[in-house]
């Protein structure tokens, strides 16, 4: 289990996250909801140790993680997919993928098998791994995204906005590869404006705004909610 209570974050005198608290059960996919610049970046890099929270605890299964450094957050397993990808675009395919085994990983036939894995999630990548990242599609560089995290063999993965700027026909993509990595058992937290396609694949959400946690409940409960449906969904 992902636990956050009473969560503060300030960026000097701004105060980015208000006394949050969530969780995701092992196995879970929730989505957080939120406009931009409501928090939810913050939320994944305090997680990930980018951020120190001011007050509140972080665990993750029997650990705390506030203070720790991010390379320490990803040996407990909690793996970031950082907003806007961060790819090394003059690099291989290959190459950005492995980068995510380097931090916490030694064990080359594990490696190489989990590269096995995801190249049988993304046969795209496998096509296309000597080829620059930078030279791929939007989509495709968000697999690579994903695959980079996925070599990291995440317990918990943390994707930020991997829908954003991709073409419809692509979201459903994305959104289906999420899907396939939950159902293999890997807890996700999903951080997303297009509120619609995440909560199809949620089981639960929480609603941020201006950093604080407005509204939690389960897929249903919020895709019938009015204020949801008007905020976020449009219908
Ligand atoms: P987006 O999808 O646009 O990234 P978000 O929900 O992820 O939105 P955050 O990036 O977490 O939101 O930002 C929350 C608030 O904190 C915003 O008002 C933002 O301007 C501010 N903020 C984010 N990073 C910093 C920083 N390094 N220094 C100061 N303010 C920041």
Redesign the pocket.
């Known amino acids: 289990m992902l636990q956050l209570e009473n969560v503060s974050l300030n960026?000097g005198s701004?105060r980015?996250l208000d006394k949050v608290s969530l969780h995701a059960k092992q196995g879970e996919l929730v989505v957080l909801l939120?406009a931009?610049?409501?928090?939810?970046?913050?939320i994944f890099g305090t997680i990930s140790g980018l951020h120190k929270a001011a007050n509140g605890r972080i665990r993750f299964g029997d650990q705390d993680l506030v203070g720790q450094k991010p390379s320490r957050v990803v040996q407990h397993g909690v793996l970031h997919c950082p907003?806007g990808r961060k790819l090394f675009p003059g690099m291989s395919v290959l190459k950005n993928l492995m980068l995510g085994a380097y931090v916490h990983r030694r064990d080359r036939k594990g490696i190489q098998r989990t590269l096995e894995e995801v190249f049988a999630m993304f046969p795209i990548l496998f096509d296309k791994k000597d080829d620059a990242a930078g030279s791929l599609s939007g989509g495709q560089q968000q697999m690579v995204a994903i695959g980079r995290a996925l070599m990291g063999r995440p317990q918990a993965l943390l994707l930020d906005?991997p829908s954003l700027g991709l073409a419809p026909l692509v979201v459903k993509q994305v959104f289906e590869v999420i899907q396939k990595i939950n159902r293999a058992g890997t807890t996700v937290l999903l951080?997303e404006q297009n509120a619609y396609a995440a909560l199809q694949i949620a089981s639960r959400a929480y609603v941020i705004e201006s950093g604080r946690i407005v509204m939690e409940g389960s897929r249903d409960e919020l895709m019938n909610n009015d204020a949801v449906r008007r905020a976020y969904i449009g219908a």
């Open positions: 960026y701004f980015a939120g931009n610049g409501a928090g939810k970046s913050s907003e906005e951080a």
